[in-house]
Structures are given as structure tokens and as C-alpha cells.
T-cell receptor
Framework: GEDVEQSLFLSVREGDSSVINCTYT??????LYWYKQEPGAGLQLLTY?????DMKQDQRLTVLLNKKDKHLSLRIADTQTGDSAIYFC???????????FGSGTRLLVRP | ETGVTQTPRHLVMGMTNKKSLKCEQH?????MYWYKQSAKKPLELMFV???????ENNSVPSRFSPECPNSSHLFLHLHTLQPEDSALYLC??????????FGEGSRLTVL
């Protein structure tokens, strides 16, 4: 079945880089999204990558995709306290409404 | 502001009550979603409507009843709920199979 795995917790110092990892099982995933959820809020789309790409950079965010290993990562450069939140990876197949979410990684940024 | 508005933000109800959650999107999208977010569990897709027709229904108990009167509005009617139904209910919208935009959620507590 479809499954998405993320580590539950990551703690970094302010100014350092953060790397959040995700593995998924469905090799037919075409779009891979990263969402951010701050306390008491909904999910905010951060960025996404198509399965025919291996890297995408968007300001402080870099997404790396290893399609062979079904591994996705999100790197946040110069992490700030405002980046403290839960980050979700969510793959989706082409022509499907269904996003499969992992349990999320809670990022804590220490001053 | 994500363009997706959910009301109420917080709801407390007894097991015999009937209540409804409302979602409205101002993005011109044609698909709308209900997700359930429980503590320590991945987000669960409940229902998807595309062009006001239900296209996904993921084994949700009948005590949850969705309604999509037009492409901008989505309701989740609740009746005879159980304490384990307490969760954050998230509404989202998309343009067909595009990225999802989420509301802030309705926090439901069932006593």
C-alpha cells in the first residue's frame, strides 16, 4: 500500500541548515509536496517537485529527490525561529486527488 | 490568508448533538476536500468533491455526512459522534489535480 515515512523530530540551532527527510513507497508518485504547519493552524504549501526533476531550489528551500530510492529531502538554509513547525511530505500520483501524508517532522529551532 | 475559510474554528459537542462544519474557498478552485488530523496520526483523507460530485469517500463512518452545494462551499454534517472523533478537521481546495490550499481547521471536541 501507499506509505510515507518521516522522522518525528529535528532540533537545530538558529542559523544552521535543517534537512528533513522523507521516504515513500509508491513509485508512480508524480508530484511530491512539502507542507508546513504552525501551531493551531492549517497546512501551508511550501514547495513541490515533479518526479522528473532531481532538485529544485526556492530561496532558502532546496528539495532533493532520489526517485530510485524513493527518498525526498527538504533543506532549509539559515534556519530561523519562525521555521519552527511541523513539516509534511506528501506524494501524489498523476490524475489523482489523493495526497498521502506522512506523520510529519517537528522542527525545533533553538536560539 | 489562504483563501480557504473554515467555521467554526472551535466546536464542542455532546455525543447526541448535530452540528455542521463549514468551508468556503475564494480561489476559484473546482475541487474541495475534508481531512481529519488526530494527534500522533497521519492526516486522513475523508472526502473529495470535484465539480460538486463526490470522487473520494475513504471508508468514513456514516455519522459524518458531507455536502457540496457548489464549487465554493463544502459542509461536514456531524451527528451522534464519538469521543474518538475529536480532532482537527481540515478543509482544502485545489484546481483539479493541482496543489492543495488548506484552511485553518475546525478543532472539534466530542464530550
Amino acid at each position: 500500500g501507499e506509505d510515507v515515512e518521516q522522522s518525528l523530530f529535528l532540533s537545530v540551532r538558529e542559523g544552521d541548515s535543517s534537512v528533513i527527510n522523507c521516504t515513500y513507497t509508491d513509485s508512480s508518485s508524480t508530484y511530491l509536496y512539502w507542507y508546513k504547519q504552525e501551531p493551531g493552524a492549517g497546512l501551508q504549501l511550501l514547495t513541490y517537485i515533479f518526479s522528473n526533476m532531481d532538485m529544485k531550489q526556492d530561496q532558502r528551500l532546496t528539495v532533493l529527490l532520489n526517485k530510485k530510492d524513493k527518498h525526498l529531502s527538504l533543506r532549509i538554509a539559515d534556519t530561523q525561529t519562525g521555521d519552527s513547525a511541523i513539516y509534511f511530505c506528501a506524494p501524489r500520483k498523476d490524475s489523482s486527488y489523493k495526497l498521502i501524508f506522512g506523520s510529519g517532522t517537528r522542527l525545533l529551532v533553538r536560539p | 490568508e489562504t483563501g480557504v475559510t473554515q467555521t467554526p474554528r472551535h466546536l464542542v459537542m455532546g455525543m447526541t448533538n448535530k452540528k455542521s462544519l463549514k468551508c468556503e474557498q475564494h480561489l476559484g478552485h473546482n475541487a474541495m476536500y475534508w481531512y481529519k488530523q488526530s494527534a500522533k496520526k497521519p492526516l486522513e483523507l475523508m472526502f473529495v468533491y470535484s465539480l460538486e460530485e463526490r470522487v473520494e469517500n475513504n471508508s468514513v463512518p456514516s455519522r459524518f455526512s458531507p455536502e457540496c452545494p457548489n464549487s465554493s462551499h463544502l459542509f461536514l454534517h456531524l451527528h451522534t459522534l464519538q469521543p474518538e472523533d475529536s480532532a482537527l478537521y481540515l478543509c482544502a481546495s485545489s484546481q483539479q489535480y493541482g496543489e492543495l490550499f488548506f484552511g485553518e481547521g475546525s478543532r472539534l471536541t466530542v464530550l
